[in-house]
């Protein structure tokens, strides 16, 4: 079968890959890059686990094939942190117990990234909506939500 | 140790995780990350039919395909037989290998046939379409009332219903009657004032965890073998498929993965020995991992519900008789929470003439697993509903009703047990208190309270505790650690040894490392397993005082630990500066080596575990849409060693339980196959759908654990339905009984 | 394994002629939110992806004296995003934002949500109520049809195996208009519309109803159009009288089935009760 040749950026990173066609990024990620951070949970856009972002848009990565990132800039969970630095958003789920079985973590953590790129200071229900694509069956979200308010408040500098 | 609360200096602190960065940053690997040389993938072909015989499986095709290496089907597994606890279920293991792999019939729509492993999951997929399986379709039966008629059609020829006398010459789906009771009802209906009966349905829900079932096996030529995945205990893993393949524990490494939720559905096994058969015929590792509709189609929810009961009350509030019959599906092979159902219903209240019925029944569903408090929500949503409508009618406050029959230390709970220290009536007393229960309610919206019990559980237990030459310490953990029970660990450690929890890490032993321990299920985990790593700190800390003891030239008994250093008892034995844990550390080579504690207990004395939940719900009375707008859960977790997680758990089992309420639901076609194996229209709870979730832990001590902790996951999913049901009823006007409340059950119960 | 090739073509007659070259097995891709889907649950299984989105005129939204045109596969978040369109037609940006999660929304597209065919496709009742038609393109040139003709039945509409719709023309609307778009969900994200309901209306000086378009989905095997709706409202000035006569109208218009996501009596009902509340948003906004 052909396998399209493609160049991408991954966290900063210049990356090229063989996939096949109907190979999701998700599958790109995890099976060729070796990028297991992002989780697969549904494969049918239904619980955002496998959440990266695209040109600046959260999007689900199990819903884009793997040979449409041409020329793309594409960040995942791996990307979020610096070598000696967590992101505000991975400090504050830390802080409040915003996690628990932490499977679901990653995909949150990056959608809640590009919430807060767009809009430094959202409301609680900015928050809920922007979320509702990604499932937590462990912490009903109450502790999800505080930590992306807090963590948007610390990087106001509030 | 007695009621009192401990002063603590660690424990109550909400310290970060010890495997928390790994978590946020993608570093943690779950069952599906793990990836060896050589590796194989696995897909697993499922019936399409809800019933059916299978007549022949025609592999050749498939084995033909290029990249194909292997298929197995049931020919490949040995028949075995017999029994085992696991957490707080029966395994049978006949029952369990045919749920892994169906022999003689298929039995439900997802019902594994047949794998195939190849040398990508696009030819392993492939393979699947290549197999032949010719079926006899049988009738089949979904509804449990149905399963119960007589001329249901039956699923196994050889179960013949327990417990009923005489015993029935023909076999039946009903797996077994369960009757237990107290006093005489029919005197106790007699000295009601009112009565009220009701019969009440449940639909059939997913635990709902949103990491698919994964494992990779590796099988090596001396048969020793691997298998590393995500669940709710390696040991449980290892033990059940070494069962079903008819190898030696020993010969079987289980490496816990990290676990991405389990609410009970991971504590049996579906791919574990498939993988590992697949890599005995390959020589090569084997990777199984379940798509979602897989998840929905081939692994356990908990049991849809028929429960009917039926309540006396005098006008004065006080509980007269109790009586209760429950119909729990079983799905394909026997074992409901039945039992937990009965034992639960009524184990609130103090109640002198109770009777309770009930029936395990099979039907043409998955099979199901434990979920969160098993069977326990669905009998909690029939009797607190009742309550509920029982207070309307004598005219009393719901809370101070409850109050007047609730269960306190020394009442003897209609399962037998005789309970201690118990903090039931102090979650009532608070959510009387809690401003929530007195705010005003908007236009649409009603309020209402329910409450919860759950046993909670100790068992098995072990734990490692490593003093390191530098002072830190490194503990081993045999519990998969599904909620943040590492932290817990390390500070109920810090708190014996005197040290900051920053010094001391921790690991989950894999099978081979650490002896044997019980699944992380029953809210035991805290509990049990905290009680094996105070144990073995403890043991630790006797060592540190002994080398302390050898350095002063002193007795041991003249050396007393606190602080995290050995001090002298008192001042008669001697003037010594404090040793601290490091400086002792630093000498242990030459002080009789290394220190370490190791703990292997059956632990004993679990507190139950009581909640009480406030919710309001607001209805849109033009199309029956419900939604929660306030919550307060409130619940006796003993003692909260890590605040944070024990509020997580409340808010998680609330999530889970207004889910159940509202809007999930296994949903079924004509011919038995489900409609919704996914996401998409198996509706859990959006962030958006749901409000803050205020929770109030209330702490009565658990006499039996040296902190006073109780298990505290399982209660928060008891309240719930019936919460969010008889709130949804206050403003409907009319008594709603069947879950779920999707829109348009509400908006038929609002136009009549 | 069956070879599936993917290709990105960058114009409208490249584009057509890989759909020609597919011969019936090629699927154009647009947000890719329910192809996708589809061809991982076995339910299509193309030979050929084209991929529309590096064609410029499926990714503008252009805005003119006359009217809007909106690339077939415009986002979600390039829609909401675009000030224009959204102050026009709020009912038709809201419509297109119901669509699942913001991670589809970066991805999803009004042309694949009315190429899909699926009878509960948000955007589609209020680019219908909108009036909106479509730019068809295949080898013989472009053709524009209004959005209602499109789709004749669950996953079927009237393109041929090599057409695709390149893009929406929504014409400019008198002043005093608005447009409003609901939908009825168990939750309050994520699900598929059990009933939506499209309103579009204008009034005149006085207040009175001068036109309107009442569009809905979920309810039959393709979106309907509700011509007793909007003469319910029309002359009217969307009093209660109207407003009972749009719901019946609206009620009967349904030809729905008993589904997993709803009962025929729900649906009837709810059409009524959806219809009615967006009149009241489309007339709130046509008198703002």
């Known amino acids: 079968m052909t396998k399209q040749h493609i160049t991408t950026s991954v966290n900063g990173e210049s990356v090229e890959y063989l996939c096949e066609a109907q190979q999701t990024l998700l599958d790109v990620l995890r099976d060729e890059l070796g990028l297991t951070g992002t989780k697969e949970g549904c494969s049918t856009g239904d619980c955002g686990a496998c959440s990266v972002i695209v040109d600046g848009n959260v999007v689900c990565s199990c819903l884009m094939l793997g040979a449409e990132a041409e020329g793309r800039q594409i960040e995942t969970i791996e990307g979020m942190a610096t070598a000696d630095q967590l992101h505000p958003l991975q400090k504050q789920f830390l802080e409040q117990a915003s996690l628990q079985c932490g499977f679901c973590t990653p995909g949150f953590l990056v959608a809640a990234k590009a919430l807060l790129d767009k809009n430094p200071d959202p409301t609680e229900t900015e928050i809920r909506f922007w979320l509702a694509g990604n499932l937590c069956r462990c912490t009903g979200y109450d502790k999800i939500v505080r930590a992306v308010q807090d963590a948007a408040a610390e990087m106001r500098g509030a | 140790m007695g009621a009192e609360q401990i002063e603590t200096k660690w424990i109550g602190k909400r310290i970060v995780r010890p495997d928390g960065v790994d978590k946020v940053t993608g570093r943690a690997n779950f069952g599906a990350d793990l990836r060896l040389p050589g590796m194989l993938e696995a897909k697993i072909l499922r019936s399409p039919h809800a019933h059916a015989r299978i007549k022949s499986i ?50 439900y729509d997802g019902h594994a046939v047949a794998a195939v492993a190849a040398t990508s999951a696009s030819i392993a997929t492939e393979a699947l379409s290549l197999i032949e399986v010719e079926y006899e379709v049988l009738p089949h039966v979904i509804d449990v009332e149905e399963a119960m008629k007589p001329d249901a059609p039956l699923l196994h020829d050889d179960l013949f219903t327990k417990n009923v006398d005489p015993k029935p010459d023909k076999p039946s789906n009903v797996a ?93 096994i579906y791919l574990e020995p498939v993988a590992l058969l697949l890599s005995r015929k390959t020589g090569r590792p084997v990777r199984a991992v379940m798509s979602r509709e897989e998840v929905f189609r081939g692994s356990g929810p908990t049991s849809g519900s028929v429960v009917r009961t039926k309540i006396g009350m005098r006008n004065s509030g006080e509980i007269t008789a109790a009586e209760l019959g429950l119909k729990y599906e079983a799905g394909a092979f026997p074992g409901s929470p039945a039992m937990a159902g009965c034992m639960t219903a009524f184990a609130c209240y103090d109640i002198e003439n109770a009777k309770v019925v009930g029936y395990d029944v099979v039907s043409n569903r998955a099979k199901c697993a434990a979920y969160r408090a098993p ?75 329910a409450c919860g019990f759950w046993f909670n559980i100790g068992g098995e237990s072990t734990a490692n505790v490593n003093v390191n030459m530098d002072g830190t310490v490194t503990v081993v953990s045999p519990n998969p650690d599904i909620g943040g029970s590492r ?138 849409r419900v939604d929660v707008v306030r919550y307060t859960a409130i619940q006796d977790a003993g003692r909260a060693i890590h605040p944070g997680y024990v509020e997580g758990q409340m808010q998680g089992g609330v999530a889970q339980g207004v889910g ?65 049901a008889s709130a949804v009823s206050q403003v409907v006007g009319k008594r709603m009984d069947q879950l779920p409340l999707s829109p348009p059950r509400v908006l038929d119960a609002i136009d009549g | 394994m069956p070879s599936i090739d993917y290709v990105a073509p960058t114009s409208v007659n490249d584009a057509v002629a890989a759909l020609a070259a597919a011969s019936g097995n090629g699927r154009v891709l647009a947000g890719g939110t329910d192809l996708l889907v589809q061809m991982r649950t076995g339910q299509i299984t193309p030979q050929t992806i084209i991929d529309i989105k590096r064609i410029a005129e499926t990714r503008e939204i252009a805005e003119s004296d006359k009217a809007f045109v909106i690339g077939a596969a415009a986002t979600g978040v390039e829609m909401s995003a675009h000030n224009g369109l959204k102050t026009t037609f709020p009912g038709i940006v809201e419509a297109m934002d119901l669509i699942g ?99 579009c209306l204008t009034l005149d000086d006085a207040g009175v109803c001068q036109a309107a378009r009442v569009a809905l989905g979920a309810v039959a095997p393709t979106q309907v159009l509700v011509a007793d709706g909007a003469a319910a409202l029309i002359g009217s000035t969307i009093d209660e009288t109207a407003l009972n006569t749009l719901a019946a109208a609206a009620s009967a218009a349904c030809n729905p089935i008993d589904d997993k996501r709803g009962t025929v009596d729900y649906r009837k009902k709810v059409a009524g009760v959806l219809a009615t509340r967006a009149a009241q948003k489309a007339l709130e906004r046509a008198k703002a």
């Not at chain 2, 005489?184 to 059939?204: L, N, P, S």
């Not at chain 2, 076609?669 to 229209?681: A, I, T």
């Open chain 3, 101 to 199: 999660s913001q991670q589809i929304q970066g991805r999803a597209s009004p042309g694949g949500n009315l190429c899909n065919a699926s009878p509960a496709a948000d955007c589609v009742p209020a680019l219908i109520a909108a009036g909106a038609t479509c730019t068809i393109a295949g080898p013989n040139g472009t053709r524009d049809i209004p959005v209602e003709d499109v789709v004749t039945g669950p996953g079927q509409t009237c393109l041929s195996q090599d057409e695709f719709v390149v893009s929406f023309t929504v014409p400019k609307p008198p002043p005093r208009t608005g447009d409003a778009y609901l939908r009825l969900i168990p939750r309050t994200e994520m699900d598929i519309a059990v009933v939506g309901a499209g309103v």
């Open chain 2, 375 to 449: 069977g326990a929500p669905m009998t909690a949503f029939a009797v607190e509903s009742v309550l509920d409508e029982l207070a309307e009618k004598i005219g009393v406050d719901p809370i101070d009703l409850r109050l007047k029959n609730a269960a306190k230390e020394g009442t003897r709970a209609l399962y037998g047990a005789k309970f201690k220290q118990i903090g039931f009536e102090e979650t009532l007393k608070a959510a009387k208190d809690h401003p929530h229960y007195s705010a005003p309610l908007g236009p649409n919206q009603g309020r209402a309270i």
């Open chain 2, 487 to 624: 932290a817990s660990m390390v500070l109920m450690a810090a708190e014996v040894l005197g040290i900051n929890p920053d010094r001391i890490r921790i690991t989950i032993g894999d099978t081979a490392s650490i002896g044997y321990s019980g699944l992380t299920g029953g809210s035991r985990v805290t509990f049990a397993v905290g009680m094996a790593v105070v144990d073995a700190s403890k043991q630790v800390v006797t060592q540190l005082c002994e080398r302390a003891a050898q350095i002063w030239e002193v007795d041991v008994e003249g050396v007393e630990w606190r602080d995290g250093a050995a001090h002298p008892a008192s001042s008669n034995v001697g003037d010594f500066d404090p040793l601290s844990l490091e400086k002792i550390a630093a000498q242990s080579a030459k002080l009789g080596g290394t220190i370490t504690g190791a703990a292997a207990i059956n632990a004993r004395g679990a507190g139950p575990g009581f909640a009480t939940h406030i919710c309001d719900v607001e209805v849109d009375k033009g199309t029956g």
């Open chain 2, 176 to 268: 077994q009657r369960l009757e237990f009771g107290a006093g005489d009802i029919d005197k106790g209906f007699g000295e009601a004032d009112v009565i009220v009966e009701r019969t009440f349905r449940t639909a059939a829900t997913h635990q709902g965890y949103i990491e698919p079932h994964a494992a990779v096996a590796e099988w090596t030529e001396d048969g020793q073998s691997r298998i590393w995945c995500s669940s709710q205990g390696q040991f449980a893993v290892r033990d059940m498929t070494t069962t079903l393949l008819g190898i030696d524990h020993a010969n079987l490494k289980v490496t816990p993965a990290e676990i991405g939720g389990g609410f009970g559905g991971k504590t049996t």
């Open chain 2, 660 to 724: 159940w309420a509202l809007n999930e639901e296994y949903i079924f076609d004509d011919k038995g196959r489900l409609e919704n194996p996914g996401f998409l229209d198996y509706r859990m709870p959006v962030t958006s759908d749901l409000p803050m979730i205020d929770t109030q832990i209330i702490e009565v001590p658990n006499p039996f654990h040296p902190y006073g902790v109780r298990g505290v996951g399982e209660v928060p999913i008891v309240p719930p339905l019936a919460a969010v």
């Open chain 2, 58 to 107: 025609d592999t050749s095709k498939a084995e033909a395909l290029p990249g194909v290496l292997s298929v197995v089907t049931a020919k490949d597994f040995p028949e075995v037989s017999g029994m085992a606890d696991a957490g707080e279920a029966q395994v049978n293991f006949a029952d369990l290998s045919r749920n892994v792999m169906a022999r003689e019939k298929a039995l």
